[in-house]
């Protein structure tokens, strides 16, 4: 499968878990532990244009990776963007959101905007490789 069109999400070094039509990948940058981009395995630039099919497994998707991020991390609650700004193919950034810190991958991981319940991209940093490969594992 070519997946070149999504080489930004780096999906063969990133990968949490694949399905027939979605790939799901760690972010890299992650504004709250466990974000994770949901890319179509098909290049189609808008929404309305997914198979019936794709859409219909994209509850099953949503499912498996909210359960991980409850089990796993403790998230409480979840925010899901579709912007397609930048990127211009079907895909979903997801969010876990947290009422409490994480210390995970000597790290104190802080939903500081969970109140607000907007995500803020302003005050994150691309984390290396070495985190989000710990990150990949861990939720795999």
């Known amino acids: 499968m070519d997946l070149e069109f ?3 999400f780096r999906p063969n070094e990133l990968c949490v878990k694949e ?3 979605w790939i799901v990948c760690v972010r890299a940058k992650q504004v709250t532990l466990g974000d994770v981009v949901i890319l ?3 290049e189609t ?3 309305s244009g997914m198979l019936p099919e794709e859409g219909a497994e994209f509850p099953e998707v949503i499912k498996w990776y ?3 991020c409850r089990e796993k991390f403790g998230a409480v609650k979840f925010n899901y963007m579709i912007m397609m700004m930048k990127d211009p193919f079907v895909h979903y950034h997801a969010f876990p959101r947290y009422d409490r810190s994480i210390n995970m991958f ?3 991981w ?3 905007d969970a109140r607000n319940t907007l995500i803020n991209f302003g005050t994150v ?6 985190m989000l490969f710990k990150i990949r594992d861990y939720m795999k």
């Open 40 to 42: 179509l395995k098909r």
């Open 45 to 47: 630039e808008n929404v």
């Open 6 to 8: 999504m080489k930004k």
């Open 66 to 68: 909210e359960n991980i």
């Open 110 to 112: 802080e939903d500081k």
């Open 19 to 21: 399905f027939k039509y």
């Open 106 to 108: 000597g790290k104190e």
């Open 125 to 130: 940093d691309k984390l290396d490789d070495e």
